[in-house]
């Protein structure tokens, strides 16, 4: 006999206030497997924030505001959001269409990764105590920029330096192209559709960043479905996931001022970093979760090198 094909939302005319979704989206998230880790990493701050952006109230709502009876249309809003959340395992930032980092928002869809980036806290934190001379900082650049996101806190940063944003991907720059406007800082970065440095004008940078990606081959074949849906040119970096960083790395050497460094996140790559760039001595940077997987390393050391 066929199966009846199970109603995952089934219960749900019965939650009369958004407090009751939220009991029982956590509910549904654990029941249904829903991978996290794109802009939460717990269940219930994910399906507050999916509650409060689908019924547009603000992200600090209180207790009473959970408590309000929802009305028909609202609480057929919620049924469709978190069908889709719950039975196609759409990531939630791809469902809102936008992701935070810190206080900035961005838009993303389907043709970028989802911004997670230590680069978050080591922009703002770290990045001046890093380079020779805040104050000289003149030029930077963002290797497989994605949505623009790190391209825009540099230029937050910096606000002296022109930035250049470089990524393979020509839907990615799409949606770089919206965010740089939504930012108004469309004459301050540039855009470059380029391999790493293959088609970006000879100039030199004090700084080169870049989240590129990293993740083995093989890892991308068994990721829970939600990481599916992000770009698979996002985040393949080859057979042991080096790929981009050699390449970056080899033309880096060319591509910094005297002074000027790289800073590379390579998820958990630090160890095979370390054997294979053991002459580029690269350095690791403390992040609060300790996972210490963003490098830097040196225009000298590059220079010595002969990779
Ligand atoms: C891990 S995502 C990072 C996106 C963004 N910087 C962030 O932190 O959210 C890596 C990006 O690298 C781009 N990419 C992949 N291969 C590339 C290559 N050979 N040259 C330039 N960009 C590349 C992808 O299109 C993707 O947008």
Redesign the pocket.
């Known amino acids: 006999m066929p199966r009846r094909p199970v109603n995952p939302l089934a219960g749900s005319e019965q939650r009369r206030t958004p407090g009751d979704w939220l009991d029982f989206a956590v509910e549904l998230y654990a029941e249904h497997d829903l991978a996290l880790g794109q802009i939460a990493t717990s269940a219930h701050d994910e399906a507050l924030y999916l509650i409060l952006h689908t019924l547009g109230l603000p992200m600090d709502s209180d207790e009473r505001v959970l408590a309000k009876k929802l009305t028909a249309a609202q609480a057929k809003k919620l049924v469709d959001v978190f069908r889709r959340r719950v039975v196609d395992h759409t990531p939630a930032a791809y469902l809102t269409r936008e992701a935070w980092l810190n206080d900035l928002r961005f838009y993303v869809d389907e043709r970028?990764?989802i911004?997670r980036?230590y680069f978050l806290e080591i922009i703002p934190e770290q990045l001046d105590d890093l380079v020779a001379d805040p104050k000289r900082v003149r030029r930077v650049v963002?290797?497989?920029?994605?949505?623009a996101?790190?391209a825009i806190l540099l230029a937050k940063h910096f606000p002296r330096a022109q930035v250049d944003a470089?990524?393979?991907?020509a839907d990615?720059l799409e949606v770089a192209k919206i965010n740089l406007q939504a930012h108004r800082l469309g004459e301050r970065v540039t855009l470059h559709r380029?391999?790493?440095f293959g088609a970006v004008p000879p100039v030199k940078y004090d700084v080169i960043l870049s989240?590129?990606?990293y993740e083995p081959s093989a890892h991308c074949d068994r990721l829970p479905v939600e990481f599916t849906r992000e770009?698979r040119?996002?985040?393949d970096g080859g057979r042991d996931g080096l790929d981009?960083i050699r390449k970056l790395l080899r033309q880096a050497k060319d591509r910094l001022t005297p002074d000027g460094i790289v800073l590379i996140e390579v998820g958990g790559l630090g160890p095979a970093m370390d054997r294979e760039f053991a002459k580029l001595q690269p350095r690791w940077l403390t992040t609060t979760d300790e996972s210490n997987c963003v490098c830097l390393i040196t225009a000298a050391r590059l220079q010595a090198w002969r990779g």
């Open positions: 970028v990764l911004p980036s963002d290797v497989c920029t994605g949505s996101c790190l470089v990524d393979l991907s990615a380029s391999d790493v989240n590129p990606p770009p040119l996002a985040l981009i």
